[in-house]
């Protein structure tokens, strides 16, 4: 019953074929039965109907059949086109799926190999898994090393090294958190800087690996130590500028209080005679100091003001030769003898009024520093070395114990002689003269045999 | 208290140290020294002799320094420190000087210049 029952193609057609097969051959086997019965037809007659009705149905069935398989055929190619249509349709999607795929891969690929950051990936036995072009060039240019997958990563670094890196390793895994360090090469001197951030890669709670990350910070490190180095020269300059303004003010202070001092003594209506004299005269030398530390000041504020200056070819033999006739009656009283050296270097472009200044005080401290008992004698010689102009004053005076007060040589009004005349500003402004040409000025001493002076210029 | 000690390289200074020593206790001994060397001398000689001295020493010279003074009294068998009153006088206006004085070394009094009598008499007094 099944077969007539269902929902399926046959079962409907076999409905429907029921009242032709069946319903049709009873009703007209039925009539003629009847008919017979009333002799309307004879029985040949109703055979014949009989055989031509089976006939006519036997074709009607034949006509359905083929209806329905025509009907089934058609379907069949419609719904055949239209999976093939769906699988084009999927082709076309799968394809551009793909090419989808592939161009974000690319994009990607790009930027992880067109990125200024180094990437590294390692698993936890330090194995590489996967680097980009910039880790793979860094290490080259930094370690001379190629990098290959599959490698072990620590093998590529030095015992000590190791144990350094994997402390950073252990504590980014523990505490499951970035860690962040600088490298700088070579350790001694270094000229390459980079930052190394190393994450810990999970899966589902579980450590798979090590991400690490390399930026070079060389231009960033090297502007940071600029600053500071920017920052430490202006503490300098402002503890100089503080002693400048103590040591100022000490001694504009001291003649002051002596004036002070004196108009105490004069206001005395009883004050002798002698004493009146005496505190006369040393008024009018406390009033001469005070003008002294006045135009010491105003002479270290001109050093201030001649920065502004042209540069220009100063030749060094010609300098010496000026100040040597400006002081001739000094160096003829002395008997003093100056020999130069200016082969390796006789012109040098600067402000001339400083270099004037610089040799003039040289030439001149060493002139009254000199030994009484023997004739005095300056060699001032000229080198070139490692890019830097290197000029040296050398004496045979009587030199200074450098040992306690060395530092203070060139201190305002610092002083390490005192039964020389001096005030102690010449060796200050030839530093300050010095620096503000960006040179640099030391001096060597022996007691009782000389000091030599080195000034230092850098070259462009 | 008789005896006055005055070390400063300020020539100037010292002869008003000694006129106002003198118009302040009239029958002062007063030795004055340009040279801290001979000075740290003179100290050390009068404090052997038994007498009490009143040092007025400046802080700001070179070579050796009134710090250094200091220094070398520091250095003085105990018997020797007892005789010396050291009293820093000076021109020098910077807080920290005084403060390391008497803070540091324990000077008996630190005084800006010029000498006065009144300082002269603080001290006797």
């Known amino acids: ?460 | 208290m008789k005896n006055y000690v005055i070390i400063d390289d300020d020539e100037t200074n010292n002869l008003i140290c000694k006129i106002i020593i003198q118009q302040t206790v009239p029958d002062a001994t007063i030795f004055t020294f340009t040279e801290p060397a001979n000075g740290l001398q003179q100290l050390k000689k009068l404090a052997e002799s038994s007498v009490d001295v009143i040092l007025f020493l400046d802080l700001n010279m070179p070579e050796i320094t009134g710090w250094d003074i200091i220094k070398a009294y520091l250095d003085f068998p105990e018997n020797l420190r007892r005789r010396i009153q050291i009293n820093i006088l000076t021109s020098s206006i910077n807080n920290k000087d005084k403060e390391k004085a008497i803070d540091e070394y324990r000077v008996n009094r630190f005084f800006s210049k010029p000498l006065t009598k009144e300082m002269v008499e603080s001290i006797i007094h």
């Open chain 1, 1 to 460: 019953m099944r077969a007539f029952s269902g929902k399926m193609a046959g079962s409907i057609s076999a409905r429907r074929l029921i009242p032709v097969v069946a319903i049709l051959p009873a009703t007209l086997g039925f009539l003629f039965f009847m008919a017979y019965r009333h002799n309307l037809i004879s029985s040949e007659t109703g055979m014949a109907v009989i055989i031509l009705t089976l006939i006519l149905i036997f074709l009607f069935l034949l006509r359905y059949h083929a209806e329905s398989l025509n009907q089934w055929a058609n379907k069949r190619l419609l719904a055949e086109h239209e999976v093939r249509v769906l699988n084009e349709q999927l082709e076309q999607k799968v394809k551009e799926r793909t090419s989808d795929l592939e161009q974000s891969e690319a994009n990607l690929q790009a930027i992880f190999n067109n990125t200024a950051v180094g990437f590294l990936l390692l698993n936890t036995h330090y194995e590489i898994l996967s680097f980009n072009e910039r880790f793979k060039s860094a290490f080259l240019r930094v370690y001379e090393k190629q990098i290959n997958i599959h490698q072990n990563y620590l093998d590529l670094f030095p015992q000590e090294r190791r144990m350094f890196m994997i402390d950073q390793f252990i504590q980014a895994a523990s505490y499951n958190q970035l860690v962040e360090y600088e490298i700088s090469i070579p350790e001694g001197q270094p000229e390459l800087y980079f930052r190394v951030n190393i994450i810990p890669v999970k899966s589902q709670n579980e450590l798979v690996g090590y991400s690490v990350s390399v930026t070079e910070i060389t231009q960033r490190r090297i502007l940071k130590l600029q600053i500071e180095k920017m920052n430490q020269d202006l503490i300098q300059r402002n503890k100089e500028l503080e002693q400048f303004t103590f040591i100022v003010s000490h001694n504009l202070r001291s003649p002051i209080a002596n004036i002070s001092g004196i108009s105490n003594i004069l206001v005395d209506p009883n004050i002798d005679e002698s004493n009146l004299r005496k505190m006369g005269s040393e008024m009018a030398k406390s009033i001469r100091r005070l003008d002294g530390v006045v135009q010491d000041l105003n002479m270290i504020l001109d050093v201030k003001k001649g920065l502004d200056d042209a540069s220009e070819p100063v030749s060094l033999t010609a300098l010496v030769n000026g100040i040597k006739e400006s002081i001739s009656t000094v160096i003829e009283e002395t008997g003093t003898v100056i020999y130069l050296d200016f082969n390796a270097c006789n012109e040098m472009i600067t402000i001339r009024s400083y270099l004037h200044s610089i040799f003039y005080n040289l030439i001149t401290n060493s002139i009254k520093y000199r030994k009484l008992d023997n004739p005095c004698e300056i060699s001032i010689s000229s080198r070139i070395q490692e890019k830097q102009l290197i000029i040296e004053f050398s004496d045979n005076g009587i030199g200074m114990d450098l040992e306690t007060m060395g530092d203070q040589l060139f201190g305002l009004y610092k002083r390490f002689h005192r039964n020389i005349e001096g005030k102690g500003v010449g060796l200050y402004i030839v530093k300050l003269q010095v620096e503000s040409l960006g040179g640099m000025i030391s001096v060597a001493s022996t007691l009782n045999k000389g000091t030599t002076f080195t000034i230092t210029f850098k070259m462009n």
